[in-house]
Structure formats: C-alpha cells, structure tokens
C-alpha cells in the first residue's frame, strides 16, 4: 500500500518562508513525478509545482520564482520549499505522486492528507 506523508505547514506572516515535505512509502516499482496542488477555500484544487524523476519542473505562473521543488529519489521524498509567502497563497497543501506499483502496470495517482498553510499577519 502506498502512503504519502506529508509535513512542514504551519502560520507564516507575509514574506515569511516555510519548506513542505512529502515522502512516499509502501510498497511499488517506480515513481514518475511527484508535485504538489493546493486548494484555497471556495476554490478548485490547483497545481503549485512538479517534479519528474529525470527533474523536470513546472510552476504555476503565479508562484514561479518564490517557490522552489526539489526531490531526494532515494528518499522517495519531494520538498517544497516556499519563500517571499503571500496572503493568497493561504490554502491547504496536498502532495501527489504518480506511481507505478508493477513493473506492469500503469501508472496511478496518489495524494497526501494535506497540510495547512496559512500566511497572514
């Protein structure tokens, strides 16, 4: 079973940083990319960033220089780490990771429980 860990949010005040993990654990074969979305009150889940296992990476416009994604492959675990923190980025943070179980199967979408962030002063 794979599980997605995740850790790190908490209160920041505005221009403040805060630095998310995430680890995966369980048992599986492989693992694509590894990201993670955020979903603000009353707004749809959005994606923040991801990160391939080669290290490719995408960045949502509006978070493109403040945030950076790193990933340990041997720790099967991705970072975030989140600076220059705006009100608007308040929301609650979900890790996710696609992951292929088999050798033979197709790649499936995993999330974390999600972790709170909250800038504000």
């Known amino acids: 079973q794979v599980r997605l860990v995740e850790s790190g949010g908490g209160l920041v005040q505005p221009g403040g940083s805060l630095r998310l993990s995430c680890a995966a654990s369980?048992?599986?074969?492989?693992?694509?990319?590894m990201g993670w979305y955020r979903q603000a009150p009353g707004k749809e889940r959005e994606l923040v960033t991801a990160?391939?296992?080669?290290?490719?990476?995408t960045y949502a416009d509006s978070v493109k220089g403040r945030f950076t994604i790193s990933r340990d492959n041997a720790k099967n675990t991705v970072y975030l780490q989140m600076d220059s923190l705006k009100p608007d980025d308040t929301a609650v943070y979900y890790c996710?990771?696609?992951?292929?179980?088999?050798?033979?199967?197709?790649?499936?979408?995993?999330w974390g429980q999600g972790t709170q962030v909250t800038v504000s002063s």
């Open positions: 996710n990771a696609r992951i292929k179980v088999y050798t033979w199967a197709l790649e499936s979408n995993y």
């Open positions: 369980g048992s599986f074969y492989s693992i694509f990319s």
């Open positions: 990160i391939t296992s080669p290290g490719s990476t």
